[in-house]
């Protein structure tokens, strides 16, 4: 999986929007002072795909009084297709799921795209065709692709 997008709003640190471009580079680094969301974007990844970060419930939401839902969007490319999940939690009310294709296969423009829903009737049913698409579940990426914060022995404790 290749992470081209994320975009988040009211999520954890970040309370306004914020879009990071993965495209103009093949490697990153996320650095910063203590405090200033780097862990935070990692979870917003793990969210977006697996409805799971240090947090589940609404201590997502970002806690300024206009902060109104924690959305997250990420759009990455998996095996020669791209793909966009979307999941909202607004306050006082369930997590909302969406999961897309690109229609037409072209990267350049992702926001004016056309997109095919792969969105399932309900969450559950989304988050299982979201995970079969990727043949991975929550465990097996953190322990695969990174390391949480305060969990990096966790990898070595794991079964194979």
């Not at 203590?34 to 970002?62: H, M, P, V, Y």
């Not at 966009?84 to 897309?100: C, D, I, M, N, S």
């Not at 795209?113 to 991975?136: C, D, F, G, I, N």
Request: net charge neutral; with cysteine.
């Amino acid at each position: 999986m290749i992470p081209l997008k994320l975009k988040l709003s009211g999520f954890l640190s970040y309370r306004d929007p914020v879009e990071l471009d993965f495209r103009n580079f093949d490697l990153a680094c996320i650095s910063g002072a203590n405090g200033a969301g780097k862990s935070s974007l990692l979870d917003a990844i793990t969210w977006a795909l697996f409805g799971q970060a240090r947090k589940r419930d609404e201590s997502l939401i970002n806690n300024h009084p206009q902060v109104k839902a924690a959305e997250v969007a990420l759009t990455f490319k998996y095996e020669h297709n791209i793909y966009r999940v979307q999941r909202a939690l607004p306050r006082g009310k369930g997590t909302q799921l969406e999961f897309h294709i690109l229609q037409d296969g072209v990267e350049t423009d992702l926001e004016s795209a056309s997109w095919k829903p792969l969105t399932e009737r309900s969450v559950r049913e989304t988050q299982t065709r979201l995970e079969q698409t990727l043949r991975l579940d929550y465990d097996t990426f953190i322990n695969a692709s990174f390391f949480l914060q305060g969990k990096a022995d966790q990898f070595t404790q794991q079964r194979p």
